[in-house]
Nanobody
Framework: EVQLQASGGGLVQTGGSLTLSCVASGFNVDDYAIGWFRQAPGKEREGVSC????????FYTDSVKGRFTISSDNAKNTMYLQMSSLKPEETAVYYC?????????????????WGQGTQVTVSS
């Protein structure tokens, strides 16, 4: 069974750090492009970071550049999003996603598998 299990969210103060994890089962996460998305209440889903298996390129939305890092661990079949200097406006449910191929998409289209989401709350 194909599954993505996200974890690592929680409550953190402004300026704090969190690392989100997403364990994959049923397939090898290193064979596909990966992405992290977030959705705040009343807002559209936003692509936060993506990683291409085609050429190793990464995408970060402008607001997180220099503060977030996307990665994956083949041995653990797990993808990560390291987040630092968090801001209250980044409070949202964060989702991991795996694409149907090696190229990433900054929008949600093209991702076949999604984690269940993990809540990140940044207090001011």
């Amino acid at each position: 069974e194909v599954q993505l299990q996200a974890s690592g969210g929680g409550l953190v103060q402004t300026g704090g750090s969190l690392t989100l994890s997403c364990v994959a089962s049923g397939f090898n996460v290193d064979d596909y492009a990966i992405g992290w998305f977030r959705q705040a209440p009343g807002k559209e889903r936003e692509g936060v970071s993506c990683f291409s298996r085609k050429d190793g390129s990464t995408f970060y939305t402008d607001s997180v550049k220099g503060r977030f890092t996307i990665s994956s661990d083949n041995a653990k079949n797990t993808m990560y999003l390291q987040m630092s200097s968090l801001k209250p406006e980044e409070t949202a449910v964060y989702y991991c996603a795996v694409a149907g191929g090696v190229a990433y998409y900054t929008k949600g289209n093209g991702y076949l598998y999604w984690g269940q989401g993990t809540q990140v709350t940044v207090s001011s």
